[in-house]
């Protein structure tokens, strides 16, 4: 089996899922970051999510991109870097060696596939996420990225899925921050004070907590 039959086989579940999503939901205008924070969320809209600092458990600390996916939810942790990187996931692929970021853990689902986010349209199948941020799962299209503009891109293993009415009891909770997405915030090459710097900007102008000790 090739290197690239065998990563595409790994990634078609969750790409399907996701092409199955987002196609059932039409999109909706391209976000801006001129302030992040959002008084009211429309989760029509894809949105930035910054976990609260009281919400406990997987997602402490979290930043998500996140858009809707029909009556779903659909998100990447944009904050949780990885010590793997693309060479050390692909060593016989010598033009993964030349991705200098780490691979990034997207979230629990289909953790084992990769999925590679770009501020252009690399080709179908493709999904838009919001203005000119597209993600491939695709295996050529993958390969096709590492192998012309292999720095361009954010590469992540796994996304966060929210089922219908998930993510809106969520944020009345308190979980959530909740602004508007940018892609400057996923290609930031520090990561590790993305959080921090947002629940500055963000915090006083979130939805209040309903509980001091959070959960997901």
């Known amino acids: 089996?090739?290197?690239?039959?065998?990563?595409?086989?790994?990634?078609?579940t969750a790409f399907m899922f996701l092409f199955a999503a987002l196609a059932a939901c039409a999109e909706g205008p391209a976000g801006t970051m001129s302030d992040p924070a959002a008084p009211v969320a429309d989760l029509g809209q894809p949105l930035l999510l910054v976990a609260s600092p009281d919400l406990k458990g997987p997602y402490s600390h979290t930043a998500l991109i996140v858009v809707p996916a029909g009556d779903k939810h659909i998100g990447f942790i944009i904050n949780r870097a990885t010590q793997?990187?693309?060479?050390?996931?692909f060593p016989e692929h010598g033009p993964s060696q030349k991705v200098l970021d780490p691979v990034y853990f997207g979230g629990p689902e289909a953790s084992d596939a990769v999925f590679a986010m770009v501020r252009r349209n690399p080709g179908a199948p493709s999904l838009r996420l919001f203005g000119d941020l597209y993600v491939t799962a695709n295996a050529q299209n993958v390969d096709k990225i590492i192998e012309t503009t292999p720095n361009d891109a954010r590469y992540f293993v796994g996304f966060v899925g929210w089922q219908p009415g998930e993510l809106a009891a969520e944020i009345e909770k308190g979980y959530w921050y909740v602004g508007t997405p940018d892609p400057s915030l996923i290609f930031r090459k520090e990561t590790g004070?993305?959080?921090?710097?947002?629940?500055?900007?963000?915090?006083h102008r979130a939805t209040p907590l309903k509980r001091g000790d959070l959960e997901t």
């Open 84 to 89: 793997t990187t693309m060479g050390k996931l």
């Open 1 to 12: 089996m090739t290197k690239t039959l065998f990563r595409a086989l790994r990634a078609a």
């Open 193 to 203: 004070s993305l959080w921090e710097d947002l629940v500055k900007r963000m915090g």
